[in-house]
């Protein structure tokens, strides 16, 4: 009995809302009002729209979407790193895992590669300075250039 109260308690907690890799086109003004941002700007670009927020600190976020509604990819630049795992969501333990493995690989410092099954993630930059992009390769629209998710 105990059990069955727990698991109606899990179920009517709110569930995480935010745009994150692979989530939904309506929660990307979720991922705004996280970052204490504002939206500067929606855009067509062929096959995907590209909504690109400035957060409070400063740092940009765009947040692709395909035409079905799906967010494949992220991209960030800004003096501030954004929050990862609130970008990528269900991804985030996957990177981490495989940033572990990258790291102690290639000692020294530098931009980080991650391709680890269908998710790529690269972050780069130094101080007042971070760029970074991530995307689920069976999620990109076909025809999208990956060099545009930037």
Do not use: C
């Not at 109606?8 to 705004?32: F, K, M, Y």
């Not at 009002?33 to 729209?49: E, F, H």
Request: net charge positive; glycine share 12%.
């Amino acid at each position: 009995m105990r059990w069955a109260g727990v698991a109606i308690l899990i179920a009517a907690l709110p569930g995480r809302a935010s745009a994150e890799l692979g989530g939904a086109l309506a929660t990307v003004d979720t991922d705004r009002v996280k970052m204490q941002g504002a939206l500067l700007r929606i855009t067509q670009a062929g096959p995907y729209s590209m909504h690109e927020v400035r957060s409070a600190a400063g740092t940009n976020v765009r947040q692709f979407v395909s035409p079905s509604g799906t967010v494949f990819g992220v991209a960030w630049d800004g003096p501030w790193q954004p929050d990862l795992h609130q970008l990528l969501g269900a991804y985030f333990d996957r990177f981490t895992q495989a940033a572990q493995v990258a790291r102690r690989a290639r000692k020294g410092r530098g931009p980080l590669s991650i391709r680890d099954g269908d998710l790529v993630v690269e972050v780069g930059g130094h101080a007042r300075a971070f760029v970074g992009h991530a995307y689920l390769t069976p999620l990109v629209p076909q025809g999208v250039d990956l060099s545009s998710i930037k």
